[in-house]
């Protein structure tokens, strides 16, 4: 899913040096988890409106690219890829809220847990409402209980995968080809998915690191 998100930014140049500064990988592992964790404690410990605001509008104005150096390469259950993985939904709904919006309105109609309870999403779940439930998801990595956040972008993911599971049988006749792109979304969003409640069970118990 982290194709395409290449819009040009501009890293600080202390990022820069760490990242490229020739450090072996523990080095750059280590830096990498100790930024996550910088950030986190230091928002947490006093979540500024402001700050918090700069942060959830981020790659609005910066692109996905710093964040992307930073910690994309991190381990899918650690805390910097659990940070990457809220980033990358939100910048994928925000580049089409329609699409998602109608992928994720499928998916509550099928699905069967209680997954759509979790997301919190208004209904009904339109463009807007969607932009609105990743703004909060985010919002809630700074502000709220970590965890809920990542259930609840966790169930976002499982109601997606569900929904572009059912457009891709609805399409199979008429277009492969989409169907093929929306079956591997949906296998996407269910890796992501996976990814994201492993992080929440390590949350709570303090592992997450």
Known sequence: MTEGFHRPTKLPPSMLEAIQGGLDPEAVSRITHETAVALLTRVRADPDPAVVDRLVTYTDEHGIDAIAELWSHASPRSLPGALWRIYLLRLLIRQDPVGTSFSFQRGTELITTVDPVIAGAAEPTG???????????????????????????????????????????????????????????????????????????????????
């Open 127 to 209: 463009p807007e409402e969607i932009i609105v439930l990743a703004d909060q998801i985010l919002r809630g990595l700074y502000t709220g209980d970590f965890a809920i956040a990542l259930e609840r972008a966790a169930s976002f993911c499982r109601i997606n995968a569900v929904g572009c599971t059912s457009l891709a049988n609805d399409r199979d006749a008429l277009d492969p080809a989409d169907a093929a792109r929306l079956t591997t979304k949906a296998a996407r969003f269910s890796t992501i998915a996976e990814e994201l409640a492993g992080c929440a069970r390590l949350w709570r118990t303090d592992s997450l690191d």
